[in-house]
């Protein structure tokens, strides 16, 4: 059975930076690209930014709002993916899902993380 | 403001069928065969319940079927039943700055 789970987030003031985990299981973690989706409360969801699998160099793509203050990073070795997220701003808080992408779908989701930015 | 627009609600009686409409553009929707369908809980994690238009993943009811019409997708639920009560989000590749787009999302409300 395919898990994800996130863990590591929490409250951060306007200009901090705060690093979310996500411990992949049940799939072979390193042949499938790797996604954040965030939902603020209330809200709908938007794509956050993806790193691709090792055959495809581990390339990320972000998207424009989160773009030079987020990193995505992966540890294959220990099915890990990783949300570094730095410059925070009120507007950046939200549940974070770690999702499995599939043939252009998010096939397989966590139970999300919330991260909180506020004073 | 999504990319995606859905209608914030709908709603309708056990048994009767419904549909939600997602309008996008020709770099999206009506560009690209990658249309999605999402149902969400409250408090829980999306599930995919249809992709590439009208297809559904293993374990999925037969009443949820997708289709699409230019540059807008539907999603029709037949024989509404109770548990359908959710939250429903389109989404689509899309060939503008993010690979990903997704609708707003539209409330469910079984009478």
């Known amino acids: 059975e395919v898990q994800l789970v996130e863990s590591g987030g929490g409250l951060v003031q306007p200009g901090g930076s705060l690093r979310v985990s996500c411990a992949a299981s049940g799939f072979s973690f390193n042949k499938f690209y790797m996604d954040w989706v965030r939902q603020a409360s209330g809200r709908g969801l938007e794509w956050v930014g993806r790193i691709k699998s090792r055959g495809h160099s581990s390339s990320t793509n972000y998207a424009a709002s989160v773009e030079g203050r987020f990193t995505i990073s992966r540890d294959d070795s220990r099915s890990f993916l990783y949300l570094q997220m730095n410059s925070l701003r009120t507007e950046d808080t939200a549940v974070y899902y770690c999702?499995?992408?599939?043939?252009?779908?998010?096939?397989?989701w966590g139970q999300g993380t919330l991260v909180t930015v506020s004073s | 403001q999504s990319a995606l627009t859905q209608p914030a609600s709908v709603s309708g009686s056990p048994g009767q069928s419904i549909t939600i409409s997602c309008t996008g553009t020709s770099s999206d929707v009506g560009g690209d065969d990658h249309v999605i369908w999402y149902q969400q809980y409250p408090g829980k994690a999306p599930k995919l319940i249809i992709y590439d238009v009208n297809y559904r993943p293993s374990g999925v009811s037969y009443r949820f079927s997708g289709s699409k019409s230019g540059n807008t997708a539907s999603l029709t639920i037949s024989g509404l039943q109770a548990e359908d009560e959710a939250d429903y989000f389109c989404?689509?590749?899309?060939?503008?700055?993010?690979?990903?787009?997704f609708g707003a999302g539209t409330m469910v409300t079984v009478l």
């Open positions: 989404s689509s590749h899309s060939n503008n700055n993010s690979p990903y787009v």
């Open positions: 999702v499995r992408e599939y043939f252009y779908r998010f096939d397989s």
